[in-house]
């Protein structure tokens, strides 16, 4: 959870970062929405919304009271998201094939297709040649 906890408080970072360049701009409307930031633990987000944290970490502390002050001044919300349909997993995790054709369709992106590619249960694509070569040393 702490690390869950550390990366919501580097993203608060970066969009706080992003807000304050938006508010310099001179001819850009003051009024800049909340950025919804997506967590998939709800232990996360309940402490995000406590206002009271009681661990022994000081630099978990920093990042708590951080984040607590993004929230409540109305520069991040964080909302819930389920695990499986959480998109950043397509770039921290190794996912079966089903899973990244499936994310990339909801991310709006289209897939390439290999003739010249056999593909292994461990999501590797391997061009045939270089399957026969491995398939050989195996035996």
Known sequence: ??????????????VEWLWN???????WPKLVAPVCIHCDSQAVIGRAGS???NGKSHHIRRRHNTVIELVSSGIIT?????????????????????EVERI??????????????????CRLEIPKARFKEIK???V
């Open 51 to 53: 206002m009271m944290y």
């Open 104 to 121: 990339s369709k909801g991310m709006g992106l289209r897939l390439r297709t290999s003739q010249k590619a056999v593909t292994l249960p």
């Open 78 to 98: 964080v909302d819930y998201v389920k695990s499986k349909d959480n998109v950043s997993d397509l770039l921290t995790k190794g996912l079966y094939r089903e």
């Open 136 to 138: 050989q040393s195996c």
């Open 21 to 27: 360049f938006l508010k310099d701009i001179p001819y």
């Open 1 to 14: 959870m702490e690390s869950k906890f550390i990366a919501l408080d580097k993203a608060g970072e970066e």
